[in-house]
C-alpha cells in the first residue's frame, strides 16, 4: 500500500498555503522537531514526479520540519514519510479525508473570549472621565462668573471711588503707589503705569476689562499686563486701603 522513507523536506511541497497554519506555532514545532530528532507522526505524501512529493496528510508538520531545515540544514534535512503507491492513492486519499474530519469533530472548540465585562469597563471609565470634564468645566465658568460679577460690580460704582476712576484719572506716580500695593514689583509697576497714561491719552477706558485688554508692557522676554485675578486682587486691596 505505502512505503516508508526518509524523504529530503527539499523535494517535498504541499497544496495547503502556509499561511494557514502561524508562525509562532510552526516555530514551536520546529525546535521540538530539532531537540527530539524527527517528526513523531510520519508525513503521508504521494509522487508527483521524480524525486519529488506532495503531501496528502501532515501539511502542518511539514511547514514545521521544513521551518526546521532552514534553522538547521543537517539536522533538518530528512523527515519520516509514508510515499503512497499510486495504485493504492485513492483509497489513502479517502481515509486520509476521513481522518481529518473526525479529528475536526473530536478536537474541542474553544470558546470565544468573554469581552462584556472589559467593555463594561471601558463604559464605566468614560462615565467617570465625563463627569470629572464636566465638573471641571462647571467650576471654570463659575471662576469665570464670579470675576465678571465683581468687575461689573465695582465698574457700576460712583466713579469718584472706583478703579477704574483710578486708572482713567490719576496720575502715573500715584498710580504706582497704587499698583505697588496690589503686588507688583516696583520696575513692572512703573510699565505699567506709564501704558496706562500712555493708553488713556487715546481714549478714555470705558471699563476694567478695557483696561486689561489694552495694558501691555515688554516684561523681560515677554509681554506683561494685567491679567483678570490680577485685576480682582487690584479691586480686593484698593477697597480696603485708604489711600490719601
Known amino acids: 500500500m505505502f512505503d516508508f522513507a526518509l524523504v529530503d523536506v527539499k523535494s517535498i511541497t504541499s497544496n495547503i498555503p502556509r ?13 521540538m522537531i530539532l531537540e527530539s530528532g524527527g517528526i513523531i ?58 481522518l481529518r474530519g473526525a479529528e475536526t469533530i ?21 462615565l467617570r472621565l465625563e463627569k470629572q470634564f464636566n465638573e471641571l468645566r462647571t467650576e471654570q465658568i463659575q471662576e469665570k462668573q464670579k470675576i465678571e460679577a465683581k468687575f461689573k460690580e465695582f465698574d457700576t460704582q460712583s466713579k469718584e471711588s472706583s478703579p477704574l476712576e483710578v486708572f482713567n484719572t490719576l496720575s502715573s ?14 520696575k513692572l509697576a512703573v510699565q505699567l503705569a506709564e501704558s496706562v497714561a500712555k493708553e488713556r491719552d487715546k481714549r478714555e477706558f470705558d471699563s476694567l476689562k478695557d483696561v486689561i485688554a489694552r495694558v501691555k508692557v515688554k516684561y523681560g522676554k515677554r509681554d506683561q499686563g494685567i491679567s483678570s485675578d490680577k485685576m480682582v486682587a487690584i479691586i480686593d486691596t484698593w477697597s480696603q486701603i485708604s489711600f490719601s
Do not use: H
Not at 506716580?173 to 516696583?186: C, H, I, K, Q, Y
Open 106 to 126: 473530536d478536537r474541542p472548540v474553544k470558546p470565544l473570549p468573554d469581552t462584556t465585562n472589559v467593555e463594561s469597563r471601558i463604559a464605566n471609565l468614560e
Open 19 to 31: 499561511s494557514n497554519f502561524a508562525d509562532a506555532e510552526l516555530e514551536n514545532l520546529a525546535d
Open 173 to 186: 506716580p500715584a498710580l504706582v503707589l497704587r499698583l505697588r500695593s496690589a503686588g507688583f514689583t516696583d
Open 41 to 98: 507522526r510520519p508525513l503521508v505524501l504521494k509522487v508527483t514526479g521524480e524525486e519529488s512529493y506532495t503531501v496528502v496528510e501532515g501539511d502542518r508538520e511539514y511547514y514545521a520540519a521544513a521551518r526546521a531545515q532552514e534553522k538547521n540544514a543537517r539536522q533538518g534535512e530528512m523527515v519520516n514519510a509514508f510515499v503512497i503507491s499510486p495504485k493504492n492513492e485513492e483509497t489513502i486519499l479517502k481515509q486520509a479525508t476521513a
